[in-house]
């Protein structure tokens, strides 16, 4: 079982291969002397004669003990190498594609499955060529060997176990396909249970708000009962086929010493010989047994290794070759229509909009009107559209993917914080950026009190920002932003979820960028965008109104009612306002 398309993923792994099976045919040669100078010692002694050559012997069978150890010793590290090298490799391959696709490629491929292939499924790769690789070239290698010494001994002897050597491959070939597609299923059935999971992890909050977690629970057991089953039902196959081999190996053993007994019988061979004979034959069939103990882990290996073809197959959206214009840049989008890969409906139809220089510009509507999808795309993470989307006067689909994340900003309600210092974390943004840049940025979003009480800079935080608060962790994020300093900034719901001083800090930092560069502020609460030079509102993905607060106020439309709606539940309970 041997895929082409997996050599070529990792090329440098055949050198190791090589390298392994080479040393495991020392380690043969050397056992076959061993054998031979004790069976011919023994064959001196059962004749009566003097053991003349006993210090010879042992001498012999010391060195050839020690090349043993050494050849071993020699398999195991260069398998290890291939197995790490391997490793290596094919990360690096999934990461470099997965940078390729962009942050778009959740819509193709979900992230649980991408975790899964580049731990479990790499690390059965890994087996596949640290271990199965080796042993399937050494297991041609060695039957041919030990036929080559056997058959000047006895040819009949040699013949019968070359006869039965093929058994083994011949069973596997057999239970290949089968073995294959229950090794497919079982893999895919791993997938889907890792994706439920990651799944109902990341929106553990919602399900325990709305009481949906029993649910949830009772889908969870089911997918891990079916996954149980697929695993079974492949350890059953494995364990038929082991028993199988078994029987065929050690039954070869047999035919063979039952060959070599009878060739002494017959008196075609001396005693010397047919131990060399019985002892040879058991060694025969040892790589070939390992060899079927390898083949289901190599089998999940080629499944894990389907998926990632899937994935490295997956084609990249086309980078642009343009850069935007040195200075600050106004957005311009005509025509602009989206539609999700498998949607019903498009995202995005037709929208017409400019965010210019030194004015701050908004994007307001109800949930699932087009916003998020609008400040992915303008950003650069959603590729796709249709109609135009300047920046700069370039076409976004023309600029490169790099100086478009270099020169645009998107600041999201769910910006990761990682675990690390709190310059740590700043400094993503900006490697060369001083502690006092930094300090400056935190001082911007009146978050460096909080850090001076603490460590300073030197603040250790939490995975996701756990030990800070909702408004600390996006405020740490925004001053991440700011030491970017970029042209654009685009605030998607960058207020969501946070108290009252949070969002007002960062409604401070948007309209003090405002004042210089390019900023769009996406938000559903709009409250925050009576300030806004600008204000487009969306509904069902296309622009329904567009003006000032005041303007779209005095029209009385959707904006008004949306307004004069959150207006009142914002007031509810406060001095007898009821909705």
Not at 299 to 310: C, D, K, L, T
Not at 356 to 374: D, E, I, R, Y
Not at 493 to 515: H, Q
Request: aromatic letters at 6%.
């Amino acid at each position: 079982m041997i895929d082409r398309r997996l050599l070529a993923l990792a090329p440098e792994a055949g050198r190791r291969v090589a390298g392994a099976v080479l040393a495991k045919w020392g380690a043969l040669l050397a056992d076959v002397t061993i054998i031979a100078a004790v069976t011919r010692l023994l064959g001196l002694l059962a004749a009566g004669g003097a053991p003349e050559g006993l210090a010879a012997t042992l001498a012999v069978c010391a060195l050839a003990a020690l090349l043993r150890a050494f050849c071993g010793l020699q398999a195991e590290k260069v398998s290890f190498a291939a197995q790490t090298g391997v490793k290596k490799q094919l990360r690096e391959k999934l990461y470099a594609h997965l940078t390729k696709l962009g942050p778009g490629y959740g819509e193709s491929i979900g992230t649980a499955e991408i975790l899964q292939i580049a731990t479990e499924g790499v690390d059965q790769l890994e087996i596949y060529f640290g271990r199965y690789l080796p042993q399937f070239f050494y297991s041609i290698a060695a039957p041919l060997t030990l036929f080559c010494v056997m058959a000047p001994i006895d040819l009949r002897a040699a013949a019968v176990l070359l006869v039965c050597a093929p058994l083994i491959p011949a069973i596997l070939l057999l239970i290949g396909r089968m073995a294959g597609k229950m090794a497919g299923r079982q893999w895919e059935s791993y997938i889907s249970l890792g994706d439920r999971f990651l799944e109902n992890i990341q929106g553990m909050t919602t399900l325990k708000v709305y009481g949906a977690d029993g649910g949830r629970q009772e889908d969870m057991a089911g997918e891990a009962e079916s996954f149980r089953r697929s695993t079974m039902r492949l350890l059953r196959m494995q364990l038929s086929t082991l028993i199988l081999m078994d029987v065929v190996a050690f039954g070869g053993a047999a035919l063979g010493a039952a060959a070599a007994a009878l060739a002494y019988e017959a008196g075609r061979v001396s005693l010397a010989a047919a131990l060399t004979l019985a002892l040879l034959a058991a060694e025969y069939f040892i790589p070939l047994r390992q060899l079927g103990s390898y083949f289901h882990v190599a089998m999940n290996g080629v499944s894990a290794g389907e998926r990632m073809f899937q994935f490295l197959s997956r084609e990249a959206p086309p980078d642009g070759t343009d850069a935007p214009p040195a200075g600050r840049l106004a957005i311009e989008v005509k025509g602009l229509s989206f539609r999700y890969p498998g949607g019903e409906r498009d995202a995005l139809a037709g929208v017409e909009s400019s965010v210019p220089v030194g004015a701050l510009t908004a994007l307001a509507g109800p949930a699932g009107c087009g916003k998020s999808t609008a400040a992915a795309l303008l950003s650069g993470r959603q590729q796709g559209y249709t109609g135009s989307a300047a920046v700069g006067g370039r076409e976004l689909s023309h600029i490169a993917r790099e100086e478009l994340r270099r020169r645009v900003t998107l600041v999201s309600h769910d910006s990761y914080v990682f675990t690390g210092t709190a310059a740590d974390n700043l400094r993503l943004a900006r490697p060369e950026a001083t502690e006092a840049e930094m300090i400056e940025a935190l001082r911007a979003v009146r978050l460096w009190d909080f850090f001076q009480n603490a460590c300073g800079l030197a603040t250790v935080l939490s995975e996701r920002g756990a030990n800070l608060s909702g408004g600390q962790r996006q405020r740490l994020c925004i001053a991440r932003a700011l030491l970017k300093d970029s042209d654009v900034y685009i605030f998607d719901e960058a207020t969501s979820n946070i108290d009252a001083e949070s969002e007002e800090a960062i409604m401070s930092v948007a309209r003090r960028l405002a004042a210089t560069r390019t900023v769009l502020i996406i938000s559903h609460r709009l409250a925050n965008l009576t300030a806004c030079a600008r204000i487009y509102l969306l509904a069902d993905g296309r622009v329904a109104e567009r003006g000032t607060h005041a303007e779209l106020l005095a029209r009385d439309g959707v904006y008004a009612k949306l307004y004069n709606e959150q207006l009142l539940l914002e007031n509810y309970g406060k001095r007898g306002v009821h909705p």
